[in-house]
């Protein structure tokens, strides 16, 4: 007679790939989030206000890239 012995194991580890999955998919949506948020707000400086900040508007892609890895 043939038994099952790991099929509890299989359902886990498919369960624990597509919970990794979600939670990959939501950081993935907020570091969207964060990236889009500072380039609009810094995109709405002008020239001098960025250059009070030491930055200059070919930089701001890289500084927004930046903060939203930052956020998880």
Same mark, same amino acid.
């Given at each position: 007679?043939?038994?099952? @012995?790991? =099929? !509890?194991?299989? +359902?886990? @580890?498919l369960l624990g790939r597509l919970t #990794?999955?979600? #939670? /990959?998919?939501?950081? %993935?949506? !907020? $570091? *969207? %989030?964060? *990236? %889009?948020? @500072?380039?609009?707000?810094?995109?709405?400086?002008? /020239?001098? !206000?960025?250059? +009070?900040?030491?930055?200059? $508007? =070919?930089?701001? $892609?890289?500084?927004? *890239?930046?903060?939203?890895?930052?956020?998880?």
């Amino acid at each position: 007679m043939a038994a099952l @012995t790991h =099929s !509890e194991n299989h +359902d886990a @580890t498919l369960l624990g790939r597509l919970t #990794a999955w979600i #939670a /990959n998919v939501r950081v %993935r949506i !907020e $570091r *969207y %989030r964060v *990236y %889009r948020q @500072t380039m609009n707000e810094m995109g709405a400086l002008n /020239n001098q !206000e960025l250059a +009070d900040l030491g930055l200059h $508007r =070919s930089e701001l $892609r890289r500084v927004a *890239y930046q903060a939203s890895r930052k956020v998880c």
